[in-house]
């Protein structure tokens, strides 16, 4: 928690930036969702799904979707490093992709956005999007030190003040991290659980 507190303002942000594009994949949900179809994306998932298909025991759709998450948020921890742009881009990814689902499974069923925000995605999502937006919040913060130490380069001062806050950081990292895996490790098994008992 106080990791959490001190990377605040961090969290804040991609809060927002999630928040945002969500927002903005419900509203042009239509050709945003055609733009992912020409782009392959949700051939990507199908493939996934028949992953799943394969090998439909619950032991197999954790896995798949644990890993896939875990893959997901380290890859924004760790190509956070080159300025925090990656952890934005898939911030910005992934809140398009809920809001064009929501956007299209409401248009489909005539449900409620918030109904099926709150049924669908919640269960598994309460603990999935903290995840996804901690990882991200840690991605943005390794870009933002990275552009201290180059602009640190030329001065003392600065180089100094930004060893401290590498040591900081570092500190702070494999809480955070823990937490995040625990947290997707969690929230696989309720979503494979799910899959498994519906299927």
Do not use: C
């Amino acid at each position: 928690m106080q990791a959490i507190r001190f990377e605040k303002k961090v969290i804040l942000i991609a809060t927002l930036i999630f928040i945002l594009f969500s927002i903005v994949g419900f509203v042009a949900s239509d050709p945003i969702n055609e733009s992912l179809k020409q782009a392959g994306v949700w051939e990507q998932f199908q493939q996934k799904v028949e992953d799943i298909k394969q090998d439909p025991g619950l032991l197999n759709v954790f896995q798949v979707i644990l890993s896939n998450n875990l893959l997901a948020t380290a890859s924004m921890i760790g190509l956070g490093l080159f300025f925090g742009v990656y952890p934005v881009i898939g911030l910005a990814f992934n809140g398009l992709l809920l809001g064009v689902v929501i956007g299209i499974s409401s248009e489909q069923t005539g449900s409620s956005p918030v109904t099926l925000f709150v049924t669908q995605i919640l269960p598994h999502g309460i603990l999935e999007l903290p995840a996804l937006i901690f990882a991200a919040a840690l991605g943005i913060r390794l870009g933002i030190l990275s552009m201290g130490t180059l602009a640190g380069l030329g001065s003392a001062v600065i180089r100094k003040r930004n060893q401290s806050a590498w040591k900081a950081y570092l500190e702070r990292v494999p809480s955070l991290v823990i937490g995040v895996a625990v947290m997707l490790t969690v929230a696989a098994f309720i979503e494979s659980s799910l899959i498994v008992y519906f299927s």
